[in-house]
């Protein structure tokens, strides 16, 4: 069943996703794909108020942190928390840089 998964993952960012050029913090670069999305999570203390948020899903064995940066469509953002990781696909929380 998990292999089923990685391949519904695979498939999803080939047909949903663009390349992006993500720059990590030892100032290496990793050709990906990924798909950017404006998304409402929940914000505050409590989480009681939702707010957007733009957010960058890809595989999630690529390993980013706060300060990396990707490139896609000639616009550049800052990746600033993880927000979501199912083992397949993770959720970053980015903004425009």
Do not use: C, P
Not at 22 to 29: F, G, I, P
Not at 44 to 63: C, N
């Amino acid at each position: 069943m998990d292999e089923a998964f990685k391949v519904m993952d695979h498939t999803i960012l080939s047909t949903f996703g663009q390349s992006v050029l993500l720059t990590l913090s030892d100032q290496s670069s990793l050709e990906a794909r990924g798909i950017i999305t404006k998304e409402l999570v929940e914000l505050g203390k409590y989480e009681a108020v939702q707010g957007e948020v733009t957010v960058l899903t890809v595989d999630s064995s690529i390993r980013l942190k706060r300060g990396d940066t990707v490139l896609a469509n000639g616009q550049v953002y800052e990746v600033d928390r993880k927000l979501k990781d199912d083992g397949y696909l993770a959720k970053w929380n980015i903004y425009a840089h």
